[in-house]
């Protein structure tokens, strides 16, 4: 016999069972009768602090309220900024981000996503007597963003040059006092900024032609099939009830300010046709 072999094998036998093996989240998730969600912490309408309650709410609040009924358990949200949506899944301290968040590949290197509930745009809003009419007519202009958004990835590939803040306001602010030649958002936000406009501030007007097209998922930890494949389930059922156009007309329906209708339906990446984006 060999015995050295054997006394290698049986080392080898017990690394193996002194390494735990990873923690299944779904379960962890229902023993904690938990969802710990993050949102954005002041973006609306998806999720920012109410002025009279000072609870966060929006459409990602109420759309990570919905998926926790669905798991029977509360939904704890847990604000962050736009640039951390994606390290706090890749470091555990949340279980999904709800936060707008668009499939990237280098986002997909680093975290799951789920099958996508909308295709979002990446929108750039001008002032009104601005003389660009597309999006080329402003490569190597000063753009304004959220720093570590898709809008500010948009900005890049366009060729134009980002001035990114923490929020929304700010970059709109930094276009109204002349900082900035334009300002990239998704379609829901650059819509309310320039009706805004209209009373208020330098009228702003909106480019037709997209900055960037991308579907929008919820991000999860990799390798973790079990909570995937729940959540995507979930997705599906909320979609076909009707729920998700319920909680999207509540914040950006015909009756709100964005006045827009939700017309895509949850579907896997592969049945999308887009090209993604780095």
């Known amino acids: 016999m060999n015995w050295k072999c054997l006394t290698l094998t049986a080392a080898f036998a017990g690394m193996a069972a002194a390494v735990p093996a990873k923690a299944d989240q779904l379960d962890n998730i229902i023993s904690a009768k938990t969802l710990r969600c993050a949102t954005f912490a002041d973006v609306p309408p998806f999720a920012s602090p109410d002025p009279k309650t000072r609870e966060m709410a929006g459409f990602d609040v109420d759309l990570c309220g919905a998926i926790a009924k669905e798991l029977g358990v509360k939904a704890e949200i847990k604000p962050v900024s736009v640039e951390a949506r994606v390290p706090e899944v890749k470091l555990g301290r949340?279980?999904?981000?709800?936060?707008?968040?668009?499939?990237?590949?280098?986002?997909?290197?680093?975290?799951?996503?789920?099958?996508?509930?909308?295709?979002?745009?990446?929108?750039?809003?001008?002032?009104?007597?601005?003389?660009?009419?597309?999006?080329?007519?402003y490569a190597?202009?000063?753009?304004?963003?959220?720093?570590?958004?898709?809008?500010?990835?948009?900005?890049?590939?366009?060729?134009?040059?980002?001035?990114?803040?923490q929020d929304t306001a700010s970059a709109y602010l930094a276009v109204q006092q002349g900082k900035a030649r334009g300002m990239v958002a998704n379609t829901m936000t650059t819509t309310k900024f320039v009706n805004e406009s209209k009373s208020k501030g330098k009228a702003m007007r909106m480019i037709e032609e997209p900055m960037l097209y991308q579907p929008i998922g919820i991000g999860m930890a990799k390798d973790q099939p079990a909570l995937t494949a729940k959540i995507n389930e979930i997705l599906r059922k909320l979609d076909t009830s009707g729920e998700i156009n319920k909680i999207w007309d509540k914040w950006l329906g015909p009756d709100t300010e964005y006045k827009m209708t939700r017309t895509d339906k949850v579907v896997s990446l592969s049945e999308l046709k887009f090209d993604p984006i780095p």
């Open 140 to 165: 190597g202009q000063r753009i304004a963003s959220t720093k570590g958004s898709t809008s500010e990835m948009s900005i890049k590939l366009n060729k134009s040059d980002p001035l990114t803040f």
């Open 94 to 137: 949340v279980d999904i981000t709800v936060a707008n968040l668009a499939y990237t590949l280098s986002r997909a290197e680093q975290i799951q996503f789920s099958d996508p509930y909308y295709l979002a745009k990446e929108m750039l809003i001008v002032p009104a007597d601005d003389a660009g009419k597309k999006k080329a007519d």
